[in-house]
């Protein structure tokens, strides 16, 4: 019987090139040549984006059965200016438990190789150094699987396939206190409680911010209630203290929100399942029922548990009298609008502080402070969008943060900004509109909690709590204005032909049983670029009109598709959402192209 290995497009995988070179090798470098004969899957990420933080715990199952066939490989692409930093790439590598070889490529050169358009992007390159497949988004790991499955027994059959360990060394660890520390809180006895999230613990220091009273949680990467030393956290972040003496925690990988007893160290679930929430999922109910998605601050704020809820750019709320959550604004769409909370859109929103009328957040990737009014409606107060960042102090309207993770209430109604790639704390000042810099040379702050006349930083990167005096004069700094640095696509004026691409997995098809199992939404800034086309569809195809008087904007492209096991016998085929946003700038100009390929999975044969 003639078993022939199935026909895929193959093209031949170029060079893994990166100025910052490799982490996670013990020092070796790489090149393809050095990995044929493995399976080799690029996960092309950034350390700011949820989405690739989402990919890299998908990505753990994978390479723990495959570990002797399949190689994965982080190629390091930054957004923002301080993820270029190497320093700051290293650091991120251990922050998130990243345990595989990284390319750090702070120039762009391999993403721009494999014309790679969004964070993150997944590549396969079989054993004889040929790509073939292509994943923008999450939720394709059971693809990969399948394709890994197979290439092993195409390979075997051929002889191509070189087992054995993989590149993989371990990086020393340091016998620090703290590992990455992400959130803080001030208990009423004036100790405080800090998520110790690389360590997957929760630990309190005494009131010197310093010596340990004692930890919670085993320490292991897990998910399980219990006594402080067998419960299990995985990457906790946000804190906040309840009516009841008792913490609320944002157990942002778990994606589930956990209750610590200060008093008898006990950790309980109150919301979550442990499963991440996807497209169609409940948006509210029994709070044990419902999946969330990464989790990342608290906020208790009339009545309520604000939950910054990164995963899917919303915010939700606990309702602890109820036992239930529901959503409380954002639309899953990324980007920056105001207006009411059902039509308002976040950029990961990543820190929260409430005051009577008002419930502050620090929106990371818009590099924004926001605020929620108690009317639900949403506004900015610093931040124009996804793609402008930098340090510039001044008026609320021109001043610029990157990628803040923390906001804290300051006693004059002001608020203090843990601006985390900027490595500063900054203040901004509803009365008089002002952004001002409280203090520099902060390792990757993010967040603050007030104690007295003092304010105490978390400097993640830094594995410690920093006490602050809060100046009288703010502090003086050069101003630094940056844009992302990816380049723009050259687009025709007029007609563009918009293709998302997506073929279902191996053994897959289409879920059509509901209706459509497709869903595309485009929308652009400025909102004039887009003359027609914008909005929801099923169709994976429009054409696009763009008017020739706008020059260059950034189409947003938000994609979605369903596939279930294509086996006729069975009544409640597996299925599985695939799903990915684009942020993709253009410029137009009379020889830029009339088609914009995006692929969400497989490859484009046009």
Not at 573 to 597: F, N, S
């Amino acid at each position: 019987m003639n078993h022939s290995a199935p026909r895929r497009a193959r093209v031949r995988a170029p060079e893994l090139t990166g100025k910052g070179g490799w982490l996670n090798t013990g020092g070796q470098q790489y090149t393809l040549a050095d990995l044929r004969g493995r399976i080799v899957i690029l996960d092309f990420w950034t350390f700011c984006c949820i989405n690739c933080l989402h990919v890299l715990d998908e990505l753990r199952e994978l390479e723990d059965k495959h570990r002797d066939t399949v190689v994965v490989i982080g190629v390091h692409s930054p957004k923002f200016v301080h993820e270029a930093e190497h320093r700051a790439v290293v650091d991120a590598v251990e922050r998130y438990g990243v345990e595989h070889p990284v390319l750090d490529d702070p120039e762009l050169a391999t993403w721009k190789q494999y014309a790679v358009r969004a964070w993150p992007t997944l590549v396969v390159i079989d054993p004889e150094g040929y790509v073939v497949a292509q994943h923008a988004g999450e939720g394709h790991v059971h693809a990969i699987e399948r394709l890994v499955a197979e290439l092993e027994a195409e390979h075997e059959a051929k002889g191509t396939l070189r087992r054995g360990e993989g590149p993989y060394v371990p990086p020393e660890p340091e016998p620090t206190v703290l590992r990455f520390p992400g959130k803080a809180l001030l208990l009423p006895s004036g100790s405080f409680l800090v998520s110790d999230t690389t360590r997957h613990q929760l630990v309190e220091l005494a009131e010197d911010g310093e010596s340990v009273v004692r930890r919670i949680g085993s320490g292991t990467r897990g998910f399980a209630d219990g006594p402080a030393d067998t419960a299990a956290f995985n990457e906790p972040q946000g804190l906040a203290l309840l009516d009841d003496g008792s913490v609320a925690v944002a157990d942002t990988v778990n994606h589930a929100l956990r209750r610590l007893d200060l008093s008898t160290g006990e950790v309980t679930t109150l919301a979550g399942t442990g499963r991440q929430w996807w497209q169609g999922s409940p948006t509210s109910g029994p709070a044990h029922e419902v999946d969330l998605s990464s989790p990342w601050d608290v906020a208790l704020w009339q009545g309520k548990v604000w939950i910054a809820m990164a995963g899917v750019h919303q915010l939700w709320a606990y309702d602890p009298a109820e036992g239930t959550v529901s959503v409380t604004a954002g639309t899953t769409n990324e980007g920056l609008v105001d207006g009411p909370g059902t039509e308002a859109w976040f950029a990961q929103p990543s820190g929260l502080a409430a005051t009577p009328d008002r419930l502050w957040l620090a929106d990371s990737e818009t590099s924004a402070l926001r605020w929620v009014d108690p009317d639900g409606s949403v506004h900015t107060a610093v931040g124009t969008g996804l793609f402008d960042f930098g340090h510039r102090d001044g008026t609320a309207e021109q001043a610029l943060l990157q990628h803040p993770l923390g906001v804290t209430a300051l006693p004059d109604g002001s608020v203090a900004v843990a601006d985390t790639y900027n490595h500063a704390l900054r203040r901004y000042d509803p009365a008089t509109g002002e952004v001002t810099t409280l203090a520099t040379d902060l390792r990757e702050p993010s967040d603050a909690v007030l104690v007295g006349d003092d304010i105490v930083v978390v400097e993640s990167a830094r594995h410690r709590l920093t006490r602050l005096r809060l100046p009288e004069e703010a502090v003086k700094v050069p101003e630094v204005a940056h844009r992302t640095q990816r380049e723009a696509t050259e687009v025709t004026p007029g007609r563009l032909r918009l293709d998302v691409i997506f073929q279902a997995p191996a053994g897959q098809k289409l879920d059509t049983r509901y209706g459509p199992s497709t869903r595309l939404l485009v929308s652009s800034t400025p909102p004039e670029l887009l003359r027609g086309g914008e909005g929801a569809g099923t169709d994976l195809s429009r054409t696009l009109e763009l008017d020739p008087s706008v020059r260059e904007g950034v189409l947003h492209v938000s994609a979605m598709a369903a596939s279930c096991d294509d086996d006729p016998g069975n009544a409640y085929p597996a299925c599985h959402v695939h799903q990915q946003d684009w942020g993709v700038p253009v410029r137009l100009t009379e020889t830029g192209t009339d088609r914009l390929p995006l692929v969400l999975a497989g490859m484009d044969e046009a």
